[in-house]
């Protein structure tokens, strides 16, 4: 696995269908690799992303973490990976727009962490027998 550090100073800007999407990098440290699965308190929001889980603060690091992680030019893989997502091929830049609109929206990330809890709600249930 190959990842590519940027300082912590750099904003990447990119126009969307005339919309300037500010990418900046949210004020938190990243975690060691082994703690980045673990739900830390405050850590309300879940990369949905195909098998990553990582949680963060706000759904505004959700949508960094994926756009550069899942969406970065050398790692996107033409089409959105998100659970429950229709995988369509996208352009990188109309997947940008489409991971902040649908998946990275506070209501989005919560309803999917709803969806994520009711999968999993069979292994979590005291058995009653």
């Known amino acids: 696995?190959?990842?590519q550090s940027t300082p912590a100073t750099s904003i990447s800007t990119v126009q969307v269908q005339g919309q300037q999407i500010n990418l900046q990098p949210p004020s938190y440290t990243a975690a060691s690799q082994h703690a980045e699965q673990m739900k830390k308190p405050g850590q309300n929001f879940m990369?949905?992303?195909?098998?990553c889980k990582k949680w963060f603060q706000t759904p505004s690091q959700v949508f960094y973490h994926a756009a550069t992680e899942h969406g970065g030019k050398d790692v996107y893989p033409g089409q959105c990976l998100w659970e429950g997502c229709e995988p369509f091929q996208r352009q990188r830049f109309s997947f940008i727009t489409h991971l902040q609109d649908k998946h990275c929206s506070r209501d989005a990330l919560l309803a999917g962490l709803k969806q994520d809890e009711h999968g999993q709600a069979g292994n979590q249930k005291p058995s009653n027998k």
């Not at 990369?47 to 098998?51: H, R, V, Y």
Request: proline share 0%; aromatic share 24%.
């Open 47 to 51: 990369c949905l992303w195909q098998s």
């Open 1 to 3: 696995l190959f990842l």
